[in-house]
C-alpha cells in the first residue's frame, strides 16, 4: 500500500477547496513544530504484490495537531 501525508492549517466547507501541503510519502509520519495547529490528512492506495491498485481511501483529522508536553512522567522519572 502506499501511503501520503498532508496537512493544512484550515478545512473549508463543501464549497471551498482546501489547500493540502504533503509532508512525507510512508507508512509512518512523524510531525515536528512546524506541523502543530495544522490538520492531517492520510491517503491510502492499496496495492499488492503485482502492483495492482486497488480504490483510494483518505481520513481527516477532527482537530489539529496539539504540542507536546515537556512535563511527560517519562522524562520526570529518568532525571539524574
Known amino acids: ?3 501520503d501525508w498532508y496537512v493544512t492549517d484550515d ?4 464549497n471551498d477547496h ?4 504533503h509532508i512525507h510519502h510512508g507508512l509512518f509520519c ?3 513544530d512546524e506541523h502543530v495547529n ?6 491510502c492506495v492499496p ?3 503485482s ?3 486497488g480504490i483510494q481511501a483518505e481520513s481527516i483529522s477532527k482537530i489539529c495537531i ?4 515537556l512535563d511527560l512522567p517519562m522524562n520526570t522519572r529518568h532525571k539524574l
Open 1 to 3: 500500500s502506499l501511503f
Open 11 to 14: 478545512i473549508k466547507t463543501i
Open 18 to 21: 482546501t489547500q493540502w501541503t
Open 30 to 32: 512523524t510531525f515536528h
Open 38 to 43: 495544522k490538520f492531517v490528512r492520510l491517503v
Open 47 to 49: 496495492r499488492n504484490n
Open 51 to 53: 502492483l495492482r491498485e
Open 66 to 69: 496539539i504540542p507536546c508536553p
